[in-house]
C-alpha cells in the first residue's frame, strides 16, 4: 500500500504521512455502480482514490439526481471531510463511476492529521477549494448554459474521467444525472448527432467533437 499511496500522493504528503495512512487506511476495491454514501448516512471513514473515478451526486426531495462533480485519482471529497469533522449526515451519494480503488481513512485521524501534518492540512483545504470551484461550475451551467450546451458538457467530461470517447450511459440514465427528462435528453442527443458532434449507437454513444 504505500508504494500506491507513494504513487498518487508521494509528491503531496510526507514519508511519514504516507506511513500512517498505510497503517491505518483500509484499501478497497469496488465495481462500477457501487454506493460508496449515501445520502442520510454517518460518514465514518474519508476516501483517497488511488484509481478510477467517483461522481458525487445531490438528491432533491422528489428523488430526483443531480451531479456535482466527478473525484478522480489523487483527489477526495471535500463534502465527505465536512461531513467527517462535523459528525453529520451526509448531503451527498458517492457512487463509483467505473471500477475504483481506495484507501478509506478513519474519521478520528481527520483532526489529528490536521494538526500534524502540514501537508494534510494544505491537502484538506486544497480539496475545499477545488470541490467549491467545481459545484460553482455545475451552478453557472445550470444557470448560464443551454441544455445542449450541458449536455455536450457532460459528455465530454464522462469521456475524461472514463478515458473513453465512447459513452455507454443510457439516455434515462443521462436524464437523471442532469435533472431533466429522458424525453427532452433523446431529442438534444439527436440534435447532437445531426450536428456531427456525437454517433448514437444501439448500446452507447460515440463523442465526436473532443
Known amino acids: 500500500m504505500v508504494e500506491m499511496l ?19 487506511g483500509t484499501l478497497r476495491s469496488v465495481p462500477e455502480g457501487t454506493v460508496l454514501i449515501s445520502i442520510g448516512q454517518y460518514v465514518k471513514s474519508m476516501p483517497l482514490l488511488l484509481n478510477g473515478a467517483i461522481k458525487i451526486m445531490r438528491n432533491d426531495n422528489d428523488g430526483d439526481e443531480l451531479l456535482l462533480y466527478f473525484l478522480e485519482r489523487g483527489d477526495t471529497c471535500a463534502m465527505t471531510l465536512t461531513c467527517c469533522l462535523g459528525h453529520k449526515k451526509s448531503e ?12 478509506m481513512i478513519p474519521i478520528e485521524k481527520m483532526e489529528l492529521w490536521t494538526a500534524k501534518y502540514k501537508s494534510w492540512r ?26 445542449d450546451e450541458r449536455l455536450l458538457k457532460y459528455l465530454k467530461d464522462k ?23 429522458r424525453v427532452v435528453i433523446s431529442r438534444l442527443l439527436k440534435k447532437l448527432e445531426n450536428q456531427k ?14
Open 159 to 181: 469521456a475524461i474521467v472514463n478515458r473513453s470517447t465512447t459513452i455507454k450511459n443510457t439516455h434515462q440514465e443521462i436524464a437523471f444525472e442532469l435533472h431533466t427528462s
Open 122 to 147: 494544505q491537502f484538506v483545504f486544497e480539496s475545499y477549494h477545488t470541490r467549491l470551484m467545481e459545484m460553482l461550475e455545475t451552478i453557472d451551467n445550470i444557470a448560464f448554459l443551454k441544455m
Open 6 to 24: 507513494k504513487t498518487n500522493y508521494g509528491h503531496l504528503f510526507e514519508n511519514e504521512l504516507i506511513e500512517e495512512i498505510a497503517r491505518v
Open 92 to 103: 451527498i451519494k458517492a457512487v463509483a463511476e467505473v471500477d475504483t480503488e481506495l484507501i
Open 197 to 210: 458532434k456525437i454517433q448514437l449507437n444501439r448500446n452507447h454513444i460515440e463523442l465526436l467533437d473532443f
